[in-house]
Nanobody, 115 residues
């Protein structure tokens, strides 16, 4: 079992920055992929950024060049640095991890970008 806890959400003006953090606990040694998803009101949850064990990263087109995903040294932490935030980035952001073929989700953290 893996537990994920996010932090770092909040209210920011357009053009501002936020950094989200997600720390995994439990059986963390088997975690491979970690990612961030988001879900805006009335919309489906979408993949924002993903980090694989070999260091590869990938981003949804709408955040490329503005967001950066990174893993902590112990590999049980994942960050999402968000720059040049836009009102369209407003959503609940969820941490996601895969371990031994099972999917795990955090509880979500709200990010609100005001215009």
């Amino acid at each position: 079992q893996v537990q994920l806890v996010e932090s770092g959400g909040g209210l920011v003006q357009a053009g501002g920055s936020l950094t989200l953090s997600c720390t995994a606990s439990g059986s963390t040694s088997s975690i491979n992929v970690m990612a961030w998803y988001r879900q805006a009101p009335g919309k489906q949850r979408e993949l924002v950024a993903v980090s694989t064990p070999d260091g590869a990263t990938n981003y949804v087109d709408s955040v490329k060049g503005r967001f950066t995903i990174s893993r902590g040294g112990a590999k049980n932490t994942v960050y999402l640095q968000m720059n040049s935030l836009k009102p369209a980035d407003t959503a609940v952001y969820f941490c996601y991890a895969v371990s031994l073929g099972r999917n795990y989700w955090g509880q979500g953290t709200q990010v609100t970008v005001s215009s």
